[in-house]
């Protein structure tokens, strides 16, 4: 009867549900095959309706690679603690520069393990871009400009934990070191027990007739409803399923994971008393190591994009209220959330310590605060798609479409099943594959929507033009030469951050005199018509290598001003760590 029953339920799991159980074939033109495709229109290089284990993500990884060998560089940066590969995807077009001379976009996802959507938004930002540059000219000007490097899963452990043991919706969040979450010397010695063996851990209930504080919802009876203060009631809640493993009087207290790999980062980091989920300390995961390494090997980075599961924001730091941001780059921010908000419905933007809660050691206040990078968590899934109002989705709501919508895809029924401590008790309810993560059908559109915003966060990278470049007399036979630069983005080529903490390397202006002609000082101007006055002072030692500390502002213009002795014509390379670099000379 098990058998039949958990086959019943697995075959219910693969025809309605979102597939977890089935494996893709990863889809690829037969070599000289034309690639079928619509104008703006999918080739199926994965399945974007369901969610993939590690094993599927890195086949994904490779095929994208075998499919677009020019633009996609597949490696491997570390590996995670149980020997995963951790996987790292370049994509840049050659044909407009090296990789590391332009504007770069890190993307990573599922830093969390239960949060498994993350790398399918990483890789269908890549794909969905490659696959229609040549149809759409602004994915083109963003292919052709910027370098993305993509990392799908910063916890593989986790995620094919979470794949491939029971688990809750909210279970395998973190990695899976051993942990001794309930400090007796022990590692890992009561975690959740699948009692009825169908590959999910639901709620435990039990019947006791008059003697309890829950009874069935007349409304809805695959629920309980608590009752009201001198009811009678005839059930119980006795938790996730599971048995007291380790004999202390506790269930489930000590599981795979208990830490968070989101705490482990060097910015704000603080120990587990006042951080729960730290690690001893910063960088202990060799996950977080490994895209650390990662990400300081490429400083031409520009914005950061982490994917987390649910909610529906679009999150900036400070993770906490003692950190403030520089106004500037705050109005950066505030641009491109807004933007955001427009972009996802019913999502809003939001400053992580202020509208959700306080973190501390988080990977986007190291992005941002430790390497001035402008940075974004998107929560990817709420619960309002469900419903085209976006009202509120309440349990009896969800029940509703999931029978309606999904055909009870995600619903185990009440069962008996026998406890060795509670006796026979009824097993049921909500599957791991809902809640957290949309139901199939509304997986595409959640993907879509969030890599359009990570390509207008990419698209507001630093870009810079020569605007003019302008001879004026200055006496005693020399002149004033006036180089003005413009950044086209929202972005500045170095955040109020970086320039502030003298982070990464200051733009340079480098001038190569010609033919005699000789630069006597050099310095920002910012009065066009005050030809004498320069900030903060004239440099006159080694003037032909000018730094930018504050580099190109947000839509901005940097004007420099030399004063020039002789005639001879002079050429320029500005040098930006974040943005394409730029080559000109004089007339």
């Not at 649910?310 to 950190?323: H, N, T």
């Not at 390497?371 to 976006?390: R, V, Y």
Request: charged share 25%.
């Amino acid at each position: 009867m098990r058998q039949s029953k958990h086959f019943k339920r697995s075959l219910r799991t693969l025809i309605g549900g979102f597939g977890l159980l089935s494996f893709i074939a990863v889809g690829l033109p037969a070599q000289g095959e034309a690639p079928k495709s619509t104008p703006m229109g999918p080739i199926d290089l994965m399945a974007w309706d369901r969610f993939h284990n590690w094993k599927e993500i890195t086949q994904i990884c490779q095929a994208l690679e075998k499919r677009w060998p020019r633009f996609v560089h597949l490696e491997v940066i570390g590996k995670s603690f149980q020997g995963r590969e951790m996987l790292a995807l370049t994509v840049t077009n050659p044909k407009t520069g090296p990789a590391s001379s332009k504007a770069g976009m890190y993307i990573d996802g599922n830093i969390h393990g239960n949060e498994v959507q993350g790398a399918e938004a990483s890789l269908y930002t890549i794909w969905y871009m490659l696959e229609n540059k040549d149809k759409a000219p602004r994915l083109k000007e963003i292919f052709d400009r910027l370098t993305f490097y993509v990392v799908p899963s910063a916890n593989p452990d986790g995620r094919d934990y979470w794949f491939q043991a029971p688990n809750t919706r909210h279970s395998s969040r973190g990695g899976q070191i051993p942990t001794d979450n309930d400090h007796d010397g022990r590692y890992d010695e009561d975690g959740p027990n699948d009692l009825d063996g169908d590959g999910f851990l639901c709620t435990m209930r039990k019947y006791v007739p008059g003697k309890g504080n829950y009874k069935i919802d007349p409304e809805e009876p695959r629920l309980l409803i608590r009752c009201k203060p001198g009811e009678k009631g005839d059930w119980i809640i006795l938790g996730t399923e599971g048995i007291d493993d380790d004999g202390d009087g506790r269930i489930n207290e000590d599981g795979p994971g208990g830490y968070d790999p989101n705490r482990d980062w060097g910015s704000d980091w603080q120990p587990s008393y006042l951080q729960w989920g730290a690690r001893p300390y910063p960088f202990q995961l060799p996950e977080s190591r490994a895209i650390r390494d990662f990400i300081l090997k490429h400083p031409n980075i520009a914005g950061v994009q982490a994917f987390h599961n649910f909610g529906g924001m679009i999150l900036r730091g400070p993770g906490a209220k003692a950190f403030a941001y520089p106004q500037s780059d705050a109005r950066v921010y505030d641009a491109l959330g807004k933007a955001g908000e427009r972009i996802l419905p019913f999502y809003k933007y939001m400053v992580i310590w202020r509208d959700l809660y306080q973190v501390h050691g988080g990977f986007v206040d190291w992005t941002y605060a430790g390497l001035g990078i402008i940075s974004f968590t998107n929560e990817l899934w709420i619960q309002k798609k469900w419903k085209q109002d976006g009202d509120y989705t309440d349990g009896k709501e969800r029940l509703e479409f999931d029978r309606k919508l999904s055909f009870d895809a995600h619903f185990v029924p009440w069962h008996k099943v026998k406890h060795p401590l509670y006796g026979e008790i009824e097993v049921g309810g909500m599957t791991k594959d809902t809640g957290r993560i949309p139901p199939s059908f509304l997986i595409r559109e959640m993907l879509h929507r969030n890599a359009a915003f990570v390509l207008e966060h990419a698209y507001q990278t630093p870009e810079l033009e020569i605007v003019s470049i302008e001879w004026s007399p200055a006496g005693n036979n020399l002149r004033y030469l006036d180089v003005t630069i413009r950044n086209k983005r929202i972005i500045p080529t170095r955040t109020e951050q970086a320039s502030s903490k003298k982070i990464g390397r200051p733009d340079l202006l480098i001038a190569h005199p010609k033919d005699g002609c000789k630069i006597l000082s050099a310095g920002i101007a910012n009065d066009p018509f005050r030809k004498n006055q320069v900030n903060p002072f004239p440099k006159k030692v080694q003037p032909t290598r000018l730094p930018i500390e504050k580099g190109v502002p947000s839509r901005g213009i940097l004007r420099i001003r030399y004063l020039v002795q002789g005639s001879g014509k002079i050429s320029f390379e500005f040098k930006a760590e974040k943005a394409k670099d730029l080559a000109f000379e004089t007339k």
